[in-house]
């Protein structure tokens, strides 16, 4: 069974970047969407940056709070997907999971952690 593995996580400093990763343990196939979520303490589980696949295209989507400091990619030889997070904020401080969806299954990593102090 593929797991997803997300790495990268810490603690960081307001106005700091860190690049998450999330690698599946293998193939995939037929993938409709690679995502990012987020869940801070208290709070609902949120989308935070997706890739959609449409054939031999993709289109990305962000939250609006991202939008501009967050970019989501995905490298598809390596089985990987990250999370380029730039410019961090304190309200940014959650779980970040990842998510990869296919026609047939739906994948959810285990999550890691992000802290930004201010």
């Known amino acids: 069974q593929v797991q997803l593995v997300e790495s990268g996580g810490g603690l960081v400093q307001a106005g700091g970047s860190l690049r998450l990763s999330c690698r599946a343990s293998g193939s995939i196939f037929s993938i409709t969407s690679r995502a990012w979520y987020r869940q801070a303490p208290g709070k609902q589980r949120e989308l935070v940056a997706q890739?959609?696949?449409?054939?031999?295209?993709?289109?990305?989507d962000y939250a609006d709070s991202v939008k501009g400091r967050f970019t989501i990619s995905g490298d598809n030889a390596k089985n990987m997907v990250y999370l380029q997070m730039n410019s961090l904020k304190s309200e940014d401080t959650a779980v970040y999971y990842c998510?990869?969806?296919?026609?047939?299954?739906?994948?959810w990593g285990q999550g890691t952690q992000v802290t930004v102090s201010s």
């Open positions: 998510r990869i969806q296919s026609p047939f299954r739906d994948y």
């Open positions: 890739i959609v696949s449409s054939g031999s295209t993709g289109s990305t």
